[in-house]
């Protein structure tokens, strides 16, 4: 394709939406001119499925649950009054406590008010909060966020350390729909721990978000937190970030939550259309289902060209990842689908993947994110007449070409500025390009057994590691190998289990395994000391 054919290609397959800020170029992403034709069929009945959801069928039917994150922001399209209440509700709660807290209204007993926010979560429950603080928080943040987002004892220790004394200064967030995940649940205690360490009492300095009824919940009672917040059963994790899971936390630190919501509203509207050629949503879920042959057969890679989308990507990689990764469809069939996404920042990964993405393995296709604003203020001339931001442009524009050169095929996103009517219309698109794709390959974007799956596994390893610690108590200063307690705990088909069991408890010496060595790894004696 000459130059001049590819800019009239381009003109034919860019949707741009002046009033939103927003364009949307899929001309390299290889469509065949009749594409949009010969998936109308396809899309027409995608997007009934999406009415569908959004008017509350039960779109979860493992957990008999309706899907309702449309309605976070437009709650009268919920389709019980009481839940349209609930969201607005919920909404007003959370500007007023928030606006207390700002003003010192509400404070810590020992400062004149909160400086800092520790956010307890996982998945869903951290990414988002976690991406809305990358990109929409800055030097002027009302109130600085720190995240324990995994239970890994030195990671919580490092989050920890860098609070310092300022704990007493800080709000603990706390989110978890039942309550019960593990990982929240251990942040949780590690921070209750530390503001015990320093002589403060958890509940003054703590808020949760969560069910009515869950254990967390039941915990805040005891607790005597500052205040609890909803989460409905209707809403998911991974599309959670729009509900008080992420407009808590956006809003302590300063966010202008009420624009992110005006902006995934507008959003939803324009992916409402029905020409495919019209609606942005419909153009994506269309273009992954042609690079991946509609199996997932290609990597979508997350090229955003701005530090403030570097997290866009690993809050893709869960609500793409965990909506799409599906071993069944809707009728029980086993197809095993997916879209691997992964990805950094611009230009970045210029120098760090890009060779691989233009001359190695062609089993991906590529989303450029482009902002056209480069800062607030007035730049210098890094060159004459040439600036940083023109450097960071030419780069995305230089290794868009590159790709197309040979044979790479791309989407690129553009948006005027990254603030929070662009953020809630990101968010927004890819929900809806998700919904709209699953329905394509006929799998349910709405559970996640996979995952429950990995949570019983992990229960079961804790268990067994509960059964070794007994048989090594019960056997006092003579131990065991591996082989022996797997033995005598009528185990043998978990000897790998214990071993590893055995090697973690004896790496630390808290908690009281000492190893003696043997002849080999696997005839090392454990016993308790």
């Keep these: 394709m000459t130059a001049l054919e590819l800019w009239d290609h381009y003109r034919t397959w860019l949707l741009d ?27 027409a009945a995608a997007f009934d499925a999406m009415e569908r959801l959004e008017e509350g069928e039960i779109a979860n039917p493992d957990e008999g649950r309706m899907v309702g994150h449309y309605w976070l922001r437009d709650p009268g399209m919920a389709p019980d009054a009481s839940i349209t209440e609930e969201i607005l509700n919920t909404n007003k ?46 030097a002027e943040d009302r109130i ?78 005891e607790h005597r937190f500052l205040a609890t917040f909803p989460m409905w059963d209707w809403v998911g994790g991974r599309t959670s970030v729009l509900s008080g899971v992420g407009l808590l936390p956006a809003a302590l630190q300063g966010v202008d939550v009420d624009r992110m919501l005006e902006g995934a509203a507008a959003m939803d509207e324009i992916t409402r259309r029905r020409r495919i050629q019209d609606n942005p ?30 997290m866009f990507s690993r809050y893709l990689q869960q609500l793409v990842m965990e909506s799409l990764g599906k071993e069944k469809d809707l009728d029980g069939r086993v197809v095993h689908q997916g ?57 995305l524009l230089g290794t868009r070409r590159a790709l197309y050169e040979n044979g790479r095929e791309s989407i690129t996103l553009t948006v005027d500025e990254v603030e929070p009517f662009s953020v809630g219309m990101l968010i927004a698109l890819y929900e809806r390009a998700v919904g709209l794709y699953a329905s394509l390959v006929n799998v349910n974007a709405y559970h996640q057994p996979g995952v429950e799956a ?13 059964q070794v610690v007994v048989e090594l108590k019960r056997r006092g200063e003579a131990g065991g190998t591996c082989t022996d307690l797997a033995a005598a705990l009528g185990s043998t088909e978990e000897v790998e289990t214990i071993f590893r069991i055995l090697e973690h408890l004896s790496a630390n010496p808290d908690r009281g395994v000492q190893k003696v060595p043997g002849d080999s790894p696997f005839d090392a004696t454990y016993r308790i000391h």
């Design 93 to 138: 709660a959370i500007r007023t406590f928030v606006d207390r807290i700002h003003a010192g209204a509400v404070r810590p007993p020992s400062r004149e008010r909160f400086e800092n926010m520790l956010l307890c979560g996982i998945g869903g429950s951290a990414l988002g909060p976690q991406f809305l603080a990358s990109a929409l928080g800055g």
């Design 339 to 395: 879209i691997a996404v992964y990805g950094n920042k611009g230009s970045t990964d210029q120098h760090a993947y890009v060779q691989q993405l233009r001359d190695g393995v062609p089993n991906f296709f590529a989303t450029f994110i482009e902002v056209m604003k480069d800062r607030e203020a007035a730049g210098i001339d890094v060159e004459a007449g040439v600036t940083s931001g023109d450097f960071l442009h030419g780069f």
């Design 454 to 466: 990995g949570k019983q596994a992990a229960a079961s390893v804790l268990e067994l590691q509960a």
């Design 144 to 221: 600085r966020p720190f995240f324990l987002d995994n239970t890994d004892p030195d990671g919580i220790d490092r989050v920890v350390a860098t609070i310092g004394e300022e704990i007493a200064a800080t709000l603990t967030v706390v989110i978890s729909k039942s309550g019960g995940t593990p990982e929240t649940r251990n942040g949780m205690l590690e921070a209750q721990a530390a503001y015990a360490a320093a002589g403060l009492e958890f509940g003054a300095h703590a808020v949760a978000i969560t069910q009515t009824g869950s254990k967390l919940d039941r915990f805040a009672v």
């Design 17 to 43: 939406e002046p009033d939103l800020g927003f364009r949307i170029d899929i001309s390299r992403a290889g469509l065949p001119a009749d594409y949009p034709d010969r998936m109308e069929a396809s899309l």
């Design 281 to 310: 949503a419909a153009l994506l879920a269309l273009c992954w289902f042609h690079a991946g042959n509609g199996r997932g057969l290609k990597d979508m890679v997350i090229l955003p060209y701005k530090d403030r989308l570097a």
